[in-house]
């Protein structure tokens, strides 16, 4: 099966060493309705040259070099890639086209403007491992190497000649990694030494495969290359083997390390582990040496002998001459962040986070930074970062193992741990002033400080106050929200028996609330999210759907349960784990779970949106995180494969027509989507008239944007004109005109 679509090339940003800064062309904002991904290209996986561009392959974006201008350009799943996990890329210089393979066992072939997209799993499902590992071409037929077999591919007939599955020994499934051709022959590095067969042979058999799975070849071979004549193999912690009458044997060199790939060139041998790169060529290895090499992940030499590498972290170099470049197409500095938080104007990533077992990751403190539609990238001196917001005009930020820190991400002003605040260390004298959650009251600041006595902090005007509570639950909470009594709300963690801890300092008063009738009747004990609505309710997150609590300050008493919506005759996703909920403008439930994101009214029981990764961009149905832009009402989606956004129709309003922004304005005849008509007084009346004055639309505003989809009360297109819009607040007491130009 195979689908074809047209593709356009996104501009991005250029680095070079030293530090060059071209204009990215960033996209301050983007049409109510419409996505946009945020794919981090500082870490490179897969890198392929033609005749006069360099590809290089993000886990879920291609990033392209044009030699011609050294322009960057890049092409994620918005704008025609198949949308899941890119494992390895290669261009066929006979026919000029690239070839993208992905993780699910899926490949697209880029061509001039076109991508076509291929997946025959769909018709001959495989078991285990479909991930396509390499890419080798020879004679118009595209070998693809897979973890069941390989997958040989008619380049010209866009068709699967044949495939060669289960090539272990006596027919057992195995896994190919990588081809090399040599003579008449393929030769295949496999999980179990390497294989080889002769191209005329019927290699469906897994008997007419020759086996190379002696003492010193038997396990896993990460790569084969050949390079002047001869066959080179790598295997992780035995080194470097090339074959020779028979035999393989084991170079002097590079011996019991790993290794990344293996690639040749017509003059060199380019070996690339994580922590160097090598060039072998007249039996001689020089190391490639780069400043700006910290991990990588792939390298080759192209016919101009310059080596470019896959960095972990500083994108696509390329090494000549003793000069390094650097190419970035602009975006987050990684692709999964732990959790968002939108904070003065600003949409703040963090890398960090801890493991299942709640110990500490190691990330250092990256803070990926967006705003007006570009990214940026502070570094804190503290790892593991947990969360940010923002208090009294200061900014604070959490970290799982070494406290508070406040001032911005890259320039802390002070550093809280044991030694100058309330914070307590849970193993000293290691880093373990394990925070895992800020929630900003006012001029001051909760912290959350997970596994110890004192679980909950206050700091504002520079003192701090620790609280601790009865029950054992209540050392380790993992995520706060502050309700409009200013009573915090703890979820605790479910390794903990769970449920969700309130607390007011002022009363001095706290509240244990689980799954029991009562004393909280929530819908599972372990909750996941905890979220303020502009009522004033408390919506929850579980393990088992949503619920709320209607009056927050009631929570203290006894016979206290919360409100199960009801959507479609059952609970409000009743079975679904809610991983993230967040609150737009017009009040509306935006709720991550591990199936997609929902859009619920304001009372749960109106669906307005259900995005999964069939439907949609999603690169991953997990949801971790979900933030807004109050202003623009712009989503933010934190998956498991990678960030995007989506520009919903709903922003806070500060009550007034003080901003109203019309976008776009004018309406060309090639635009399809929705009007934004933002900066309006909350909740206001919104009317459209032609220019006689003929109401043509009327809605309301969802928070403070209303929008309008080009048409009138019959679903007509609107005709070229200018229209007027009205808008007033409910009781009338205040007004804005504005005009929409519509060209068709």
């Known amino acids: ?39 981090s290209f500082n870490s490179i996986r897969s890198i392929t040259t033609g005749s006069s561009k360099t590809f290089a392959a993000a886990s879920s974006g291609l990033m392209i070099l044009d030699h011609q201008d050294m322009s960057v350009s890049g092409i994620t799943s918005m704008n025609g890639l198949a949308g899941a996990i890119i494992r390895f890329i290669r261009f066929d210089q006979p026919s000029e086209q690239l070839f993208l393979a992905y993780d699910d066992g899926t490949i697209d072939i880029i061509r001039e403007n076109e991508i076509e997209h291929f997946n025959w799993l769909n018709d001959t499902p495989v078991s285990g491992p479909v991930s396509i590992h390499h890419i080798t071409f020879h004679q118009g ?40 051709l040599l003579g008449d022959s393929i030769f295949l590095a496999t999980g179990n030494g390497v ?12 008997s ?83 400043p700006l090499l910290t991990e990588s992940q792939f390298a080759l030499e192209d016919d101009q002998g310059t080596v470019w590498i896959g960095d972990n972290e500083n994108g696509l170099l390329s090494v000549s001459g003793g000069t390094t470049n650097q190419y970035i197409a602009n975006g987050p500095a990684f692709n999964v962040p732990f959790r968002l938080s939108f904070s003065e104007g600003k949409l703040f ?18 803070v990926s930074i967006f705003s007006a539609g570009r990214w940026d990238l502070a570094n804190s001196p503290l790892n593991d970062l947990t969360d940010l917001t923002a208090a009294g005009g ?72 620790a609280y601790s509570f009865p029950f054992t639950a209540a050392r380790y909470p993992l995520s706060l929200a502050v ?103 017009g009040n509306r439930k935006w709720v991550g779970t591990e199936r997609g994101v929902w859009l619920f009214g304001p009372n749960g029981d109106k669906l307005l949106h259900n995005f999964t990764t069939g439907n949609s961009p999603l690169p991953s149905g997990v949801i971790r995180d979900i933030a807004i832009d109050p202003a623009s009402g712009e989503v933010f989606f934190a998956t498991g494969a990678g960030l995007v956004s989506f520009r919903a129709d709903a922003t806070e309003s500060d009550g007034s027509f003080t901003s109203v922004r019309i976008f776009p304005n004018p309406v060309t005849e090639e635009f399809n989507g929705l009007v934004g008509i933002s900066g309006l007084a909350t909740d206001a009346v919104v009317k459209i008239t032609d220019a006689s004055g003929k109401l043509i639309w009327q809605t309301y505003a969802n ?42």
């Open 483 to 585: 309700d409009y009594t200013g009573s915090v709300w703890g979820a605790l963690s479910p390794a903990a028996g769970g449920g969700i801890l309130v607390f007011n300092r002022n009363e001095n008063k706290s509240a244990y609330l689980t799954d029991q009738s009562g004393s909280g009747g929530l819908p599972h004990r372990n909750v996941h999210s905890i979220v303020s609505d502009r009522d004033g309710s408390m919506w929850i997150g579980t393990d088992n759907g949503i619920a709320y609590f209607v009056n927050p300050a009631a929570v203290y008493g006894t016979e206290v349960s919360a409100v199960r919506p009801i959507f479609e005759n059952r609970f409000l996703l009743n079975g679904e784990r809610i991983t993230a909920i967040a609150i737009d403008g």
């Open 1 to 39: 099966m195979k689908i074809i679509r047209p593709y356009v090339l996104v501009p991005a940003l250029v680095l070079t060493f030293p530090l060059l800064i071209l204009n990215a062309n960033a996209q301050p904002g983007i049409p109510i309705g419409q996505w946009r991904s945020h794919v």
């Open 349 to 366: 990533a963090l890398e960090g986070g801890y493991a299942n077992d709640f110990s500490a990751l190691g990330r250092p403190g990256k």
């Open 141 to 180: 037929l595209a070998y693809l190497s897979a973890g069941y077999g390989v997958v040989v591919f008619d380049i010209t007939k866009r068709q699967v000649k044949e495939t060669w599955r289960n090539l272990g020994a006596g027919g057992s499934q195995l896994a190919i990694h990588q081809s090399a």
């Open 394 to 465: 200061v900014t604070y930020l959490s970290s799982y193992g070494y406290g508070v820190q406040s001032g911005p991400p890259g320039a802390p002003d002070v550093v809280y741990n044991e030694t100058n605040s309330t914070l307590v260390n849970a193993n000293p004298p290691g880093n373990f002033v394990n925070v895992t959650a800020l929630a900003a009251a006012g001029n001051g600041i909760w912290v959350a400080n997970y596994n110890a006595s004192s679980s909950l902090h206050w700091f504002t005007d520079g003192s701090w106050q």
């Open 195 to 206: 294989l080889a067969g002769r191209l005329n042979d019927n290699l469906l058999d897994f």
């Open 208 to 290: 007419k495969w020759k086996r190379y799975d002696e003492a010193e070849m038997n396990g896993p071979v990460k790569a084969v290359s050949v390079f002047e004549g001869i066959l080179y193999a790598a295997i992780d912690n035995a080194g470097v083997f090339h074959l020779e009458n028979g035999n393989w044997i084991l170079e002097d060199f590079l011996q019991r390390e790993v290794f990344q790939s293996l690639n040749s060139s017509d003059d060199r041998l380019v070996i690339c582990q994580s922590d160097h790169v090598w060039q072998m060529a007249g039996g001689t290895l020089s190391e490639v040496i780069s």
């Open 703 to 744: 928070g403070g944007t209303a929008s309008w989809n080009v048409r009138d009360y019959n679903g007509r297109r609107a005709s070229s004109g200018m229209y007027l819009v009205f808008c007033a607040t409910a009781d009338g007491d205040q007004q804005f005109v504005g005009k929409i130009a519509v060209i068709e």
